[in-house]
């Protein structure tokens, strides 16, 4: 029942800027770190950035500077911040959380669908 749904892709172009979300929903007991990962064509997926529960967040070295990860724990969602966006940034971004549905269960992991980000020069 546990689902991530992210939004906010679409189409920018070089130098401009978007902010995807995800929001996870369902039966959820804690969810610890939050992530985005990317996949661009011919390319294997990537992380992204995460952000632990307590804040604490890390970024690709591709990235760094130019985007930042945020979360609302009490809505259960994650944001990512892309500004400077270039042409290699061209991906589906997918969300990605560690979720415990019951107290007494190990954390597992959940993939949202994904959503397009395209950058055009």
């Known amino acids: 029942q546990v689902q991530l749904v992210e939004s906010g892709g679409g189409l920018v172009q070089a130098g401009g800027s978007l902010r995807v979300s995800c929001v996870a929903s369902?039966?959820?007991?804690?969810?610890?770190?939050m992530g985005w990962y990317r996949q661009a064509p011919g390319k294997t997926r990537e992380l992204v950035a995460v952000?632990?529960?307590?804040?604490?967040?890390n970024y690709a070295d591709s990235v760094k500077g130019r985007f930042t990860i945020s979360r609302d724990n009490a809505k259960n969602t994650a944001y990512l911040q892309m500004n400077s966006l270039k042409p290699e940034d061209t991906a589906v971004y997918y969300c990605?959380?560690?979720?415990?549905?019951?107290?007494?269960?190990?954390?597992?992991?959940?993939w949202g669908q994904g959503t397009q980000v395209t950058v055009s020069s």
């Open positions: 990605n959380a560690e979720i415990r549905v019951l107290s007494f269960q190990k954390p597992n992991p959940y």
């Open positions: 369902g039966r959820i007991f804690s969810i610890n770190a």
């Open positions: 952000i632990t529960s307590g804040g604490s967040t």
